[in-house]
């Protein structure tokens, strides 16, 4: 006959089995993808980050270095803490921007 009943155990077994299988398509396969995503999207990250940082600095240096800044030929500062607050703003409103596209590709 084609269609013998199993035995419970046969059938606890094959419920296991589909479960198992399952557990690992629906886990550990996307895990798998989502390795590969971080083994270069956190170097990359962290290499901008670090980028961004240095060039902050330079921009910082390069605000110092004009006479307005520093206080020119008579000697007084006029806005030392200017290039701090420019850099400051410039680098808010770039990691702002930064933020609004990355919230916005969640969603999709």
Same mark, same amino acid.
């Given at each position: 006959?084609?269609?013998?009943?199993?035995?419970?155990?046969?059938?606890?077994?094959?419920?296991?089995?589909?479960?198992?299988?399952?557990? %690992?398509?629906?886990?550990?396969?996307? #895990?798998? !993808? $989502?390795?590969?995503?971080?083994?270069?999207?956190?170097?990359?990250?962290?290499?901008?980050? %670090?980028?961004?940082?240095?060039?902050? #600095?330079? !921009? $910082?240096r390069g605000l110092q270095e004009i006479d307005f800044f520093n206080g020119g030929d008579d000697g007084r500062a006029y806005g030392v803490i200017l290039p701090y607050l420019i850099v400051f703003a410039v680098a808010a409103a770039i990691i702002g921007f930064l933020a609004t596209r990355i919230t916005k590709g969640l969603g999709e």
């Open positions: 006959m084609a269609d013998d009943p199993k035995t419970p155990a046969e059938q606890a077994q094959e419920v296991f089995d589909l479960v198992k299988a399952y557990a %690992i398509q629906e886990t550990a396969t996307p #895990l798998q !993808g $989502l390795g590969r995503y971080l083994k270069f999207g956190v170097p990359g990250a962290i290499s901008l980050g %670090i980028g961004f940082f240095f060039l902050a #600095l330079a !921009g $910082l």
